[in-house]
T-cell receptor, first 110, second 112 residues
């Protein structure tokens, strides 16, 4: 079992819809979680991080963390074609390294 | 604007050549990392460093080596390149408060 698991997708949503990306983790000691966006051929770009249970909102993005159920999610409201990318979930296990999931590919159709 | 720089951006070289991929950051971060990523595939950690004179091998076995003589500089070297080394190499650093990584633009290496 991978430490951080994501569905590889692709997740297809129409423009203007809410995209929901999910991630589960196995290490209960994980303290914080990060969402990265990676466009094809580019390097990952940090878009959100979350430390506490509950929701954290930043513009069109909302990160959700449920430590009891060991899952993290990213909601993208009003999805745009420019949001089409691979979204990587990463957990901080406390060993100063992030553990990345394999990523979920998101396709937003006009 | 990126504060972590990788050079070259693209490199095509012949089998058996020695190459060094450069990575520098101006943020004063102690922690630096090298990842290998094939197109459409996951990130694989190949080396990391927690500070000057500290280097460790990552989760993926790699024939490359790294050094950390200065805080800002974390080069990766392949002594004898092979076609199996063809990949994208991403360098990242992390601030001392353990926020997320900042990635460089990457080096796309092709060994022919």
């Amino acid at each position: 079992q991978k430490e951080v698991e994501q569905n590889s997708g692709p997740l297809s949503v129409p423009e203007g819809a809410i995209a929901s990306l999910n991630c589960t983790y196995s290490d209960r000691g994980s303290q914080s979680f990060f969402w990265y966006r990676q466009y094809s051929g580019k390097s990952p770009e940090l878009i959100m991080f979350i430390y506490s249970n509950g929701d954290k909102e930043d513009g069109r993005f909302t990160a959700q963390l449920n430590k009891a159920s060991q899952y993290v999610s990213l909601l993208i409201r009003d999805s745009q074609p420019s949001d089409s990318a691979t979204y990587l979930c990463a957990g901080n296990t406390g060993f100063q390294k992030l553990v990345f999931g394999t990523g979920t590919r998101l396709l937003v159709s006009p | 604007e990126a504060d972590i720089y990788q050079t070259p951006r693209y490199l095509v070289i012949g089998t058996g050549k020695k190459i060094t991929l450069e990575c520098s950051q101006t943020m004063g971060h102690d922690k630096m990392y090298w990842y290998q990523q094939d197109p459409g595939m996951e990130l694989h950690l190949i080396h990391y460093s927690y500070g000057v004179n500290s280097t460790e091998k990552g989760d993926l076995s790699s024939e490359s080596t790294v050094s950390r003589i200065r805080t800002e500089h974390f080069p990766l070297t392949l002594e004898s390149a092979r076609p199996s080394h063809t990949s994208q190499y991403l360098c990242a650093s992390r601030d001392n408060f353990n926020y997320g990584y900042t990635f460089g633009s990457g080096t796309r290496l092709t060994v022919v």
